[in-house]
């Protein structure tokens, strides 16, 4: 079956930076719509970046300019390099991708999900 793993995550104080990576198995990325969310305790599960199979991407208001996620085909992983961290950012990140080529902004589209990192940014 499909798995994605996280990796990257940690404390870090605000203004600094901190890499996410995704891998998987049994799922070739580039041939599917992959996303990062995250989600902090006791809120809904928010979106982050996406990038679909031709390399497009989207961002949302709050993190664009700050975050940017990539694809290693080479390599079979998706990251989100994340810059100017702020304490609002703490949230576990979740990898996810869909059987479909394309992406969207809505967690309720993506099929396949990673356990969650932990990304805490302090003030």
């Known amino acids: 079956q499909v798995q994605l793993v996280e990796s990257g995550g940690g404390l870090v104080q605000a203004g600094g930076s901190l890499r996410l990576s995704c891998a998987a198995s049994?799922?070739?990325?580039?041939?599917?719509?992959t996303g990062w969310f995250r989600q902090a305790p006791g809120k809904e599960r928010e979106f982050v970046a996406a990038?679909?199979?031709?390399?497009?991407?989207v961002y949302p208001e709050s993190v664009k300019g700050r975050f940017t996620i990539s694809r290693d085909n080479a390599k079979n992983t998706v990251d989100l390099q994340m810059n100017s961290l702020k304490p609002e950012d703490t949230a576990v990140y979740y990898c996810?991708?869909?059987?479909?080529?394309?992406?969207?902004?809505?967690?309720?589209?993506?099929?396949?999900w990673g356990q969650g990192t932990q990304v805490t940014v302090s003030s």
């Open positions: 049994r799922l070739t990325f580039n041939y599917h719509g």
């Open positions: 990038i679909n199979w031709s390399g497009s991407r």
């Open positions: 996810a991708a869909r059987k479909a080529s394309d992406y969207t902004t809505r967690y309720q589209d993506y099929d396949y």
